[in-house]
């Protein structure tokens, strides 16, 4: 079983930054899909931005040129470098990750508000 814990969350005025980490028990070298998806209220949940096979990232129009993706393989950790955020940014953003054997596991969430 492979935990995922999701950081970084918090409240923010609109333009400002946060920085998302997920840390994981397992290492993320054995990962073939590592992505953050994000969950409003009322709304389900949706994918914001992924790396494959630890190499290509890929983005939802809406974040693009504002969300980076990242990871530290000697930490076991992803990161979601999120820039100019904007009030429809919030929600509670999860951590997913698709081992290369097949399994998948979620983080818990963090929460993250942007205020107008």
């Known amino acids: 079983q492979v935990q995922l814990v999701e950081s970084g969350g918090g409240l923010v005025q609109r333009g400002g930054s946060l920085r998302l980490s997920c840390a994981s028990s397992?290492?993320?070298?054995?990962?073939?899909?590592m992505g953050w998806y994000r969950q409003a209220p009322g709304s389900e949940r949706e994918l914001v931005g992924s790396?494959?096979?630890?190499?290509?990232?890929n983005y939802d129009d809406s974040v693009k040129g504002r969300f980076t993706i990242s990871r530290d393989n000697a930490k076991n950790t992803v990161y979601l470098q999120m820039n100019s955020l904007k009030p429809e940014d919030t929600g509670v953003y999860y951590c997913k990750v698709r081992m290369y054997w097949g399994p998948e596991y979620w983080g818990r969430g963090t929460q993250v508000t942007v205020s107008s």
């Open positions: 790396i494959i096979s630890g190499e290509t990232t």
């Open positions: 397992e290492s993320i070298r054995r990962t073939n899909f």
